[in-house]
């Protein structure tokens, strides 16, 4: 019996995008979760991610949404990118606070989905909804430009 732990498709997929995903380490973003259509990463609000009004950016939130939805719409192993998204922002996130973003799909077509992320903070207090609609790209993922 082989003692090795297989990864499944989504973890290998979060992995090839995870390697080179810049952008989610800088802001230092953390992958919790990934299966078949669904994401789950966290972040916790540094006080370079304020506004004016000492809360965090919502432009920080639609990151941390944006960057769930991702890997969520490219958990299946194949490429796919944004074609739409909004999001709403129901209540504000502060400096400290732990945000959790959880990206699941909707529907998925053969070339468009639908997805749904909802942020959360450590209370388990939604702070914003995400919708996005990704675009497959008709090739498999393989991390290479």
């Known amino acids: ?9 989504a973890q290998q997929s979060a992995e090839i995008m995870y390697r080179d995903d810049a952008c989610a380490k800088a802001m230092g973003m953390t992958i919790e979760h990934v299966s078949e259509g669904e994401a789950q990463l966290s972040m916790t609000v540094s006080s370079h991610m304020l506004n004016g009004h000492k809360t965090c950016h919502g432009g920080q939130l639609f990151s ?16 796919a990118v944004a074609s739409s998204c909004s999001i709403d922002f129901i209540r504000p996130a502060f400096e400290g606070d732990k945000l959790t973003a959880i990206a699941h799909v909707k529907h998925q077509g053969k070339r468009t989905g639908f997805y749904e992320v909802e942020i959360i903070n450590q209370q388990g207090k939604t702070l914003a909804w995400f919708y996005g609609r990704a675009h497959r790209l008709g090739h498999r993922l393989t991390g290479e430009a």
């Open 1 to 9: 019996m082989n003692s090795q732990i297989t990864m499944t498709l």
């Open 64 to 79: 941390l949404a944006d960057t769930a939805f991702a890997y969520a719409c490219n958990s299946h192993g194949l490429a």
